[in-house]
């Protein structure tokens, strides 16, 4: 780990709150900047999303603002980094992210996937 790990931790988990707020899910300018030339998710709906999907979905609906807890996180390599949390709400999930430092752009979300739990927060058991 590097001596600022904790700030360069702490900046990965601000920019994943800047995508759960629908004022700047709207603008698809900063949604773009925030999202990497190959970002991809899999949606808890079960869709799967490209950088273009995602900037022109949320440009047309932002949603609402979502409540989300248990930002956890993990240094998987010097310019990588895991983020799991939970989301609250009408739909429940689990969350992980995995972003990516990239010279002269900094932290960018490479990869998102969301799993719908039960709506008393628990997820189902294992396959």
Same mark, same amino acid.
């Given at each position: 780990?590097?001596?600022?790990?904790? %700030?360069?931790?702490?900046?990965?988990?601000?920019?994943?709150?800047?995508?759960?707020?629908?004022?700047?899910?709207? &603008?698809?300018?900063?949604?773009?900047?925030?999202?990497?030339? &190959?970002?991809?998710?899999?949606?808890?709906?079960?869709?799967?999303?490209?950088?273009?999907?995602?900037?022109?979905?949320?440009?047309?609906?932002?949603?609402?603002?979502?409540?989300?807890?248990?930002?956890?996180?993990?240094?998987?390599? &010097? &310019?990588?980094?895991?983020?799991?949390?939970?989301?609250?709400?009408?739909?429940?999930?689990?969350?992980?992210?995995?972003?990516?430092?990239?010279? %002269?752009?900094?932290?960018?979300?490479?990869?998102?996937?969301?799993?719908?739990?039960?709506?008393?927060?628990?997820?189902?058991?294992?396959?």
């Amino acid at each position: 780990m590097t001596h600022d790990d904790g %700030g360069e931790l702490a900046e990965v988990v601000r920019r994943e709150r800047q995508l759960l707020d629908p004022a700047l899910r709207a &603008d698809g300018e900063f949604v773009a900047g925030l999202l990497h030339a &190959d970002y991809l998710e899999y949606g808890a709906s079960g869709r799967v999303w490209d950088r273009e999907g995602v900037v022109a979905e949320l440009r047309a609906d932002p949603g609402v603002p979502a409540d989300a807890t248990g930002f956890e996180p993990v240094r998987l390599a &010097d &310019d990588v980094v895991l983020l799991t949390f939970r989301l609250h709400g009408d739909r429940p999930s689990l969350r992980c992210s995995v972003w990516v430092r990239e010279p %002269g752009s900094g932290w960018r979300l490479r990869f998102h996937q969301g799993t719908r739990t039960s709506s008393a927060g628990e997820p189902s058991a294992p396959v």
